[in-house]
Structure formats: C-alpha cells, structure tokens
C-alpha cells in the first residue's frame, strides 16, 4: 500500500486528525473551526505536507510579519521535501521523462507573478516571485523562465530524476499509458492561503503537476485565477487536483467572487465543485480539492471526492483537517 493510500485511508477512519497541543476537542469536524470562529492571522494549506510547510510560515510570519514572505517560505519546504513526488524537483516526470515545474504568487492588493513549464530551478515560488516584483510582467514559461532564473542568479539543477521518481517513470513506462494517472494520489500540489494581523492576504501555489502529462502541459497551479486567487477586499482561495477541470471554471477566482457576493468561504468552495462538476466529463475519474478564506479569517474547503486534506495553522494551535466532499 502507497504512503498516501495508507494516508488516506488512516485520515478517513479518524475524519480529523489534531494535532497534540493547544486546541484538541475545540475544532469542528468539518471546517476544522467553531462556528463562525475565525482567525487572524492564519495559514492554510493543502493536503497533509501542509503541516511543515504552515510551521515554517508561522515561523516566518512571526519573525517579518510579512504575510508574502510567509506564503514564500513555507511552501519552499515542500519544494525541498525529497520525498514530495507532486512538488519541486524530485516530483513525477512528464511522459517524456522530463520533470516541469509551475508555480504562481499573489497578494491581497493584486500583485502577482507566475511560472509555468520551467525546468532545472529547486525553488520556482521564488522565481515566481521575482517575476511578481521585478518584471512589467505576469508570467514566465519555460526556457524563458529558466533563463530569467539564470539572469536573476537562481541556481540551475542538474536534471535528473530523484531515484523515487525514476523508479516510478521507470514502472509507467512498461505500458506508458497516454492518459496521465487521475486518481487521488497524485494530486499533492500545494497551495497556501495566508492572513496576516492586519487583514493582508497572499497565497502561494508550486508543483510539478500530473505524473507523465504531455510535455509542455500546463496546469492550474501558475494560473491566476484557477489555482490560486488572492483580493484583500474579499478573500483567497487555492486549487488541487486535475488542472484541466479547475482551469475550465476559473474555480480559486470564482470563489473569491461568490465570497464577494457574500458566500462563506464554505458555500463557495462548494458551489465551485458543483461548477467543476457540471463543466468536466468522467467526473468519476477526477479528484479537485478547494480551500478558500475570507478577510475576516473564516475558512472552507471541499472536494468532489473523499481523501482531500488541508493543513492550518493559528494562533491557539494546528491542525490537519478533512475536507467534506461532494460523492
Ligand atoms: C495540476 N493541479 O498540475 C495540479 C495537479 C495537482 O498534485 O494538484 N498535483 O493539474
């Protein structure tokens, strides 16, 4: 049994799972919160590599108090966790056998940046973020985001496949199938939605996208809009699972406006699986998670299928937290 599957199956026996300390017993089933309980600051995160990743911005979002160098930080964790196939370097490979990393950055006051189809670069938020500050521009794709990479001073990783993931792309290729693998292990991209003291929203989003998808795909992750969406004057959200069904709704945007109009960040995250739902055929086949906040420090998530997890983070404690969904 796969570490995830083992994952998935431990969370689904224990629908939350709290982490010792602080808060146990105080978190509702579902949104991880009292009702109505918010928080500020708080950082959320997808899936259960969320945790270290929400430490390390805690960590930074105490020290700076800057709620961008937060979401920054801490997803860096997960683009350096070896054992992480979906994010960084390490992750899964296109069929061609080359792994390509996308990646997106944004802030409550609209700034942004993005890259997409980037090779040989271990911290591509960061790269994003350059691109977010230095550049009149939104996105970088490909061998001009590494070269922008070599210009700004990033360092260029040797390409070679992490020996987990050789060993799998090694394994796919025996029947080297032409649809990428759609199931709900391999959908571990992570996007962090953080708010700080003051009301400042940012979010990150990086991964290395679908296993053994054709080379040159593009997901949802560097896509503002669809994996990640970030306004100060309503709320955040970010995106997991099959890009292609996300991009098809503009789903993190369409749930910052359904916010806008005055949806809870529940209902929201709720009404975009029902988009998602009627927009995508096979739906059988596709897992998509959401997790969205609002300014005030309310939170939601929802998935189309069992085994979506988020991580947060607060000022009375953490938690990993199951995500309700649609089937
Ligand atoms: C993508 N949303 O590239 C990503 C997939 C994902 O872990 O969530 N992977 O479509």
Not at 53 to 67: H, P, R, Y
Not at 303 to 316: C, D, I, L, R, S
Request: hydrophobic share 35%.
């Amino acid at each position: 049994m796969s570490d995830r599957r083992k994952f998935l199956k431990n969370s689904l026996l224990s629908s939350t799972l709290l982490v010792p300390g602080a808060f146990r017993g105080a978190v509702d089933k579902w949104s991880g919160l009292k009702n109505g309980e918010s928080h500020k600051p708080l950082i959320l995160s997808t899936w259960n590599h969320g945790m270290p990743a929400n430490d390390k911005a805690w960590e930074v979002l105490e020290k700076s108090g800057n709620i961008v160098d937060a979401v920054e930080q801490g997803v860096m964790v997960t683009e350096n966790d070896l054992k992480n196939l979906s994010v960084g370097l390490q992750g899964l490979p296109d069929r061609e056998g080359i792994v390509t990393l996308d990646a997106s950055i944004m802030k409550g006051d609209g700034s942004c940046g993005s890259v997409c189809f980037v090779r040989q670069v271990k911290h591509p938020i960061s790269l994003a973020r350059k691109v977010m500050e230095d550049t009149p521009h939104v996105m970088l794709a490909g061998e001009g985001a590494r070269q922008f990479a070599i210009q700004e001073g990033f360092p260029i990783e040797k390409e070679e496949l992490s020996p987990a993931a050789e060993k799998a792309y090694e394994k796919w290729k025996l029947k080297s199938e032409y649809k990428p693998v759609i199931n709900i292990e391999n959908h571990d991209t992570i996007g962090m939605i953080g708010l700080d003291q003051n009301g400042n929203l940012a979010g990150s989003c990086t991964t290395s996208g679908l296993a053994y998808k054709m080379h040159g795909r593009v997901g949802d992750s560097p896509i503002i809009g669809a994996g990640l969406y970030v306004d100060n004057e309503v709320g955040a959200a970010t995106a997991t699972g099959l890009g292609e069904s996300i991009i098809k709704i503009c789903g993190s945007f369409l749930i910052v406006e359904l916010m806008r109009q005055g949806r809870s960040p529940q209902e929201a995250c709720e009404e975009a699986v029902r988009r998602l739902i009627s927009k995508n055929k096979g739906i059988e086949g596709i897992q998509a998670g959401f997790l969205a906040v609002n300014k005030d420090g309310e939170h939601g998530a929802y998935a189309v299928h069992p085994g979506f997890n988020y991580a947060m983070h607060h000022k009375e404690g953490k938690a990993l937290v199951d995500s309700k969904s649609k089937f």
